[in-house]
Nanobody, 122 residues
């Protein structure tokens, strides 16, 4: 199971770090990914990281401001978001893929967290 947290109401320009805590010992061999769904929009890919080599992939909208990372000891993945913009307002979901790749496609992910809401005011 995955538990996402760290969302909240922030102002434009602020930073947030979202967390995704995993239960189960096999998280080490899962590649974490983050997705988001804004108001009235479909869910979209944000960032992913390969468990094998740490290689990362980002959506164009996330490059430069978002950073995905993980702490193996804590079985937790993170998404650091800097310089938040109102258009970053969304429910952010973490997911875990059994593949050793930083996939962008939702179908590559087997496990999903419940989502954490990020609201950015202007």
């Amino acid at each position: 199971q995955l538990q996402a947290s760290g969302g909240g109401l922030v102002q434009a320009g602020d930073s947030l770090r979202l967390s995704c805590a995993a239960s189960g010992r096999t998280f080490d061999v899962y590649s974490p990914g983050w997705f988001r769904q804004g108001p009235g929009k479909e869910r979209e890919f944000v960032a992913a990281m390969s468990y094998r080599d740490g290689k990362t992939s980002y959506a164009d909208s996330a490059k430069g401001r978002f950073t995905i990372s993980r702490d193996y000891a804590k079985r937790t993945a993170f998404l650091q978001i800097n310089s938040l913009k109102p258009e970053d307002t969304a429910v952010y979901y973490c997911a875990a893929s059994p593949f050793a790749r930083e996939f962008m496609a939702e179908r590559r992910y087997d496990y999903w967290g419940q989502g954490t809401l990020v609201t950015v005011s202007s």
